[in-house]
């Protein structure tokens, strides 16, 4: 069964909310990112902490009591191995993140208070992505 457009209505209304929070957190200030990467504030990496706490709690929660979605269906994490090309996506992520004081997360909110210049870091990875999609069988995976 196709879903009509109106039930993706939830998913924009808690888009809205998370981007409430976000500001409200001050998650998605400039200021605070570069106090984080500078190493003058510890707020950033509280928020990102408590992100990572709840995470791990959720994970070990789902697999622990065999949560499944609300359509019933099976959660299967699967494994995951580690390669040296996530030490350097890391990397150019995190250098991206220092210099536009953005990550993917808040983009929209931080055009969404008005920084308009964002839609560059937007554009940007937008492109980004779709390099990485063109090449992804040529690079080691």
């Given amino acids: 069964m196709r879903q009509r457009w109106y039930h993706n209505l939830k998913y924009l209304i808690v888009g809205i909310l998370f981007g409430i929070v976000f ?13 984080m990467f500078r190493l003058q504030s510890f707020h950033m990496y509280g928020v990102i902490g408590s992100a990572v706490l709840t995470g791990m709690i959720s994970v070990l929660i789902i697999k622990r009591f065999n949560i499944k979605t ?33 990550c993917p997360g808040p983009l929209f909110a931080q055009i969404g208070t008005g920084a308009l210049a964002v839609t560059v870091t937007l554009f940007s990875a937008v492109m980004g992505t779709w390099v990485y ?3 992804r069988e040529k690079l080691p995976h």
Avoid: M
């Avoid at 500001?23 to 106090?35: D, M, Y």
């Fill in 70 to 102: 609300i359509d019933g269906e099976k959660i299967s994490i699967a494994p995951k191995k580690f390669n040296k090309g996530q030490i350097y996506g890391g990397l150019i992520f995190g250098f991206g993140w220092a210099i536009t004081g953005a």
């Fill in 133 to 135: 999609g063109y090449f």
């Fill in 23 to 35: 500001v409200k957190a001050e998650i998605i200030s400039w200021f605070r990112i570069q106090e």
